[in-house]
């Protein structure tokens, strides 16, 4: 992609005087150049010290609130440990006075063909802007380089549209015989698919639960004939599926979180990584890796239960790009829910089974938007449905980037120090 054939693209060219180096202090600049090759300008900023901090900015003028932008920067890194913390792209919008009126973090990051990367997101210019200034920054790395080329950002001519999508969780009373609760989880895909929901999520490992069977016993292949009898319900009616299962493969049984897709087929599974101890006892081994599932509505991060105590894990599945985590558990532990969706920024999908406020759907705000006892007052088991928008944008003021709304998601994702978490 040239920076000089993009229609619309609003940035100066890199080799005009219009972009400037900028460091807090003379004493810790980095090095910054600027290179050309062939018609490719080029801007570099390369790191001599730790304390570092630096970048590349160029302001733009007339820019209208309240419209959708496209932002898009190749890069290349060089001896750079840490990226995600290390090398960043910002956009900080003003009002006609020079006002703060937000900052964006651009921190899609994609790889291309020939070992460059592109950092790129949509965005809506804040109502009361005029400016936006266009930062790429380093720092805070002993050595190391990263080159910038190509920066596009224009207008789409829309605004940011909703990506809405209906979510299902579920509060079920086991009825002690797998058969039975098998009866159970269909006739709750239809419910949810009568709903019009997108998604419906069970409980840990609900086929077996409390029958009096080991998990040696009870488990099953993944493809097997469990997922097979809810994937004929998730095909005839058209819903994802996630809900949690004992499999076996060869000698190893593992707490398994499925997902079905809208044609009933397997679309991703991920094996618990925390286990009671208990449940290590009964034979079951633990997961080695964090999944996510790519949907037609978006990035879902399935956990299972005592996953949910430890931070990390739900921190690793926001990290792989995670927008609704989903939580099947036995265990109910609504402080932490709540903290996974708070420290992560994103939505946080409960099925449990310790009565009907235990099954619930969480905002990144770590605020319950509904349970199943809310909307099934006075019932024992029942379903829950709720919409929500993925592009709808949460706002905190002054979190990191300074007096004004800031996204708490971007931030936490960029701003973590990982050089200093060895020890965990």
């Keep these: 992609m040239s920076e000089n054939i993009v229609p619309g693209n609003r940035i100066i060219p890199f080799d005009s005087d219009s972009w400037t180096n900028w460091t807090p202090r003379a004493e810790i600049a980095p090095l910054f150049r600027r290179e050309n090759t062939g018609n490719t300008a080029l801007l570099e900023i390369e790191s001599h010290s730790f304390n570092n901090f630096g970048k590349w900015v160029c302001t733009l003028n007339d820019i209208p609130g309240g419209k959708e932008f496209n932002f898009q920067v190749e890069y290349l890194p060089k001896d750079v440990e840490y990226e995600r913390l290390s090398i960043f792209a910002m956009l900080t919008w003003r009002d006609s006075k020079g006002r703060l009126a937000g900052r964006d973090y651009a921190d899609q990051v994609d790889t291309l063909a020939d070992g460059w990367k592109s950092l790129h997101r949509t965005v809506v210019s804040p109502d009361s802007t005029w400016s936006v200034t266009i930062e790429l920054g380093f720092r805070w790395t002993d050595k190391g380089s990263v080159t910038w080329r190509n920066p596009v950002f224009c207008e789409t001519g829309k605004r940011l549209e909703k990506r809405m999508v209906r979510v299902a969780t ?48 009870i488990s099953q292949p993944v493809p097997g004939d469990l997922t097979r009898a809810l994937g004929e319900k998730a095909k005839e009616n ?74 990390e894990a739900a921190r690793c599945v926001a990290e792989l790009g995670a927008e609704i985590i989903f939580i099947s558990t036995i265990g109910n532990e609504p402080l932490m829910q709540a903290a996974r969706a708070k420290d992560n920024g994103v939505y946080v999908v409960v099925a449990g089974m310790y009565g009907p406020e235990s099954s619930k759907v969480i905002d990144p705000f770590g605020e319950v938007i509904a349970t199943v006892r809310t909307q099934n007052p006075g019932l024992d088991e029942g379903i829950c449905v709720v919409d929500i928008d993925l592009n709808k944008r949460h706002f905190t003021d002054w979190l990191s980037l300074g007096p004004c709304p800031c996204e708490p998601r971007h931030i936490y994702i960029n701003e973590r120090r990982k050089d200093t978490y060895g020890g965990l």
């Design 238 to 311: 058209g819903i994802y599926v996630i809900f949690s299962m004992y499999e076996r493969i060869g000698a190893n049984i593992y707490n398994t979180e499925v997902l079905l897709d809208r044609n009933g087929d397997v679309a991703g599974k991920y094996h618990k990584v925390h286990l009671p101890f208990v449940e290590g006892e009964e034979g079951v081994t633990p997961g080695r890796e964090y999944k996510v599932f790519q949907t037609d509505f978006g990035v879902i991060g399935p956990l299972i239960c005592w996953d949910q105590e430890f931070p």
């Design 170 to 217: 579920t509060s079920l009373k086991t009825r002690h015989d797998p058969a039975m609760n098998l009866e159970v989880m269909k006739e709750y895909i239809d419910k949810a698919g009568q709903a019009g929901a997108d998604i419906v999520c069970f409980t840990e490992a609900f086929y077996g639960m409390f029958a009096g069977i080991a998990p040696e016993e």
